[in-house]
């Protein structure tokens, strides 16, 4: 059964033999967003927001190895137009259980290729597609992705292309960032007109994922990474993990010459709460291609490597073993906690993924597990796996394992692209899930392919385990960017909350900077299919009331509704699942005091369990109060947020 499409109004076309006029628009269906299309010399776009520039004339060119420009001349086209309304129901929600697919799209045919462009409410796309026969090879492709003057981005700077795209945001003026600087993407632009635009790519199939390169002026041209002819180990061939590219050919991509290309993608908004509600990456993106997923379960996950198996008061040695996993398994059975992950150390080795070590005994923690309602999720790297990945799949699935977190692919180049492709298609084969970790971040994959979870990509909790870079100013900057294309693996769920004053490096026992209110308003704020729980059982057996209220909130939403939202300062999201409403709050180092209309609550009273920062908060971050009251549609809450602070409520209806 595919639950996806439910066609509400055909599309309508319209067109004109030869290009006539030398401009063309296509507006939002909401008549806000207008994409212009020049053919004077070649093709290029540019945007408007209510009249407001938000993209300058951009050329569009894509080149192929033997001299062709595709999109250089436009002289002899044929436009035509369309219109789409829809509604799509994704197999694994994320926000919404349904989302309204509506758009205005115009096709360029220049014979063999063609340029599509597509305006739904919250932004547009364009992307090429070609008719050419045989193999094409693309040598480059022309984005000069050009902005008013004064636009400012939020860079995620590279240092290379070699990257598992976790990055911190620097705020830069477009103007400074030179020719030899470039960005991952997502990438974050704000117009001098108060517009933002969350820029990246969708659809991404056999071709290279893209980076940003500066100018030196207002805007920023494609780098995508070239074609890898010879990859070897890192580390004079001693990595198990990094690699390093030897030798990589004059071209970025090859294919067959029948083919669509990524959507280039832009969010558009000059409210930020837009950023927090859209799905325009998934609206993007290809179908659902498994034909029954019904297999296929989000939730939550015990996860060990962040507290490094640290588990106390118990008469056997922790560490990576079947009593300790047992006991992982029992804490997730108490709390409803859905999977545990067996992440480095499973294995014989990293490179032996086959056999577990001497230590563990993967069918017995399944069958065990199973007794309890808890499914087991292995971990590997990427490289070994890539090399025998049928064979492993299938013993996997003959364990009764139900996912694969894979590791390290540190590349964006097409081989990798497609390697995520093939994997995720094998691994819905056996009724795997596949969380990648050491990844880009989304491109659509997870719109054909459901079983893929989650993302990592981000530069989320894990990272306290050696730096103090997980501030609360950059919490709610991710919601903004990152999150916007897609799920991420950003591992919530820190015990030990400290300021950042107070914040001390420790590998083996990690803190988390924010209050403990922050830590847990992250479960309603962050999204994530499968969410993890990043902290010792241990730990949170002695914060049974923590863990008690955090497992009450779920992994996927019917409805979100962003509430108050600002770049880099603070995000409060409300969201339901069935008739329970989930109400998360953060702010970053500053105090502050935000009030919440409750108006979009159904009739009669409701029941709010609120969890919030305590009196003393501001001094000692695990200070929190849980409280009890009820509320109805009339009801305004006033919030309090102390400076790296949050605010979680689960509004239940009083029948």
Request: charged share 25%; aromatic share 10%.
């Amino acid at each position: 059964m595919l639950p996806l499409r439910l066609l509400t109004a055909l599309a309508a076309f319209t067109s004109v033999s030869t290009l006539f006029a030398a401009v063309h628009s296509v507006s939002s269906p909401d008549s806000r967003l207008a994409v212009t299309l020049s053919t004077d010399d070649g093709l290029s776009l540019s945007a408007a927001l209510d009249g407001k520039t938000v993209i300058t004339p951009t050329p569009v060119r894509l080149h192929l190895i033997g001299g062709r420009d595709l999109g250089a001349d436009a002289s002899t086209a044929t436009i035509s137009r369309r219109s789409h309304d829809s509604t799509v129901r994704p197999v694994v929600k994320r926000k919404f259980a349904e989302l309204a697919d509506h758009y205005h799209e115009l096709t360029v045919d220049l014979g063999d290729h063609a340029l599509e462009i597509r305006v739904l409410n919250d932004g547009f796309g364009y992307r090429f597609t070609t008719a050419i026969d045989g193999e094409v090879l693309v040598r480059d492709e022309s984005l000069a992705l050009s902005f008013p003057r004064g636009t400012r981005s939020l860079f995620p700077e590279e240092e290379s292309i070699m990257s598992h795209n976790e990055r911190l945001y620097l705020d830069v003026d477009l103007a400074d960032v030179s020719a030899d600087r470039f960005a991952s993407t997502p990438v974050l632009f704000t117009t001098p007109d108060g517009v933002r635009v969350v820029f990246s790519d969708a659809d991404l199939y056999n071709y290279p994922g893209l980076f940003l390169s500066g100018t030196g002026g207002p805007a920023l041209t494609a780098k995508l990474p070239p074609y890898p002819l010879t990859i070897e180990p890192a580390d004079n061939g001693t990595s198990d993990r990094n690699v390093v590219l030897t030798e990589t050919a004059d071209y970025v991509a090859r294919s067959d010459g029948h083919r669509t290309y990524p959507w280039r993608a832009y969010i558009v908004s000059d409210d930020d709460r837009d950023l927090l509600a859209s799905e325009l990456i998934f609206l993007l993106s290809r179908e659902n291609e498994i034909a029954d997923p019904s297999w296929i379960k989000p939730g939550t996950v015990a996860w060990d490597w962040y507290n490094a198996n640290n588990i106390t008061g118990v008469d056997f040695e922790a560490g990576i073993n079947n009593a300790t996993y047992k006991f992982y398994i029992d804490f997730a059975s108490r709390y409803g906690i859905n999977y545990v992950i067996l992440d480095e150390g499973w294995s014989a080795s990293t490179t032996n993924l086959f056999e577990p070590n001497p230590d563990i005994d993967v069918p017995e923690l399944v069958a065990y597990g199973a007794e309890r309602g808890v499914d087991i999720i292995l971990w590997s790297l990427n490289e070994p796996l890539a090399k025998d990945r049928e064979a492993l799949f299938d013993l996997y699935a003959s364990w009764g394992v139900k996912g694969v977190k894979i590791d390290f692919m540190q590349r964006n180049d097409q081989p990798m692209v497609e390697f995520y492709h093939e994997t995720a298609r094998a691994a819905a084969e056996r009724h795997l899930l596949v969380d990648y970790h050491g990844s880009f971040k989304p491109s659509g994959l997870r719109r054909a392919y459901p079983n893929v979870i989650s993302y990592e990509g981000v530069k989320g909790n894990e990272n306290n385990k050696w730096s103090s870079d997980i501030t609360p100013t950059h919490n709610v900057t991710l919601p903004f960017i990152r999150m916007a294309v897609g799920p991420m693996d950003y591992t919530p769920g820190a015990m030990v909350n400290t300021h950042l004053r107070d914040h001390r490096v420790s590998h083996f026992r990690p803190m988390g900077i924010g209050t403990r209110a922050h830590e847990i308003a992250k479960y309603v704020v962050f999204e994530s299919p499968l969410q993890m729980y990043c902290d010792s059982p241990s730990l949170y057996l002695k914060e049974a009331e923590s863990i008690a209220f955090m497992t009450r909130i779920p992994t996927v939403w019917d409805e979100t509704k962003p509430l108050h939202a600002s770049v880099g300062h603070y995000a409060v999201i409300a969201r339901r699942s069935g008739d329970t409403w989930f109400i998360g709050a953060m702010t970053d180092e500053e105090p502050r005091d935000i009030e919440v209309d409750l108006s979009f609550l159904g009739a009669g009273d409701y029941t709010a369990t609120i969890l919030r920062d305590g009196v003393n908060a501001h001094q000692h971050a695990e200070d929190y109060r849980r409280e009890e009251r009820t509320v109805d549609a009339t009801t305004t809450l006033k919030l309090q947020l102390s400076g790296g602070g949050g605010w979680t409520a689960i509004l239940e209806p009083v029948h």
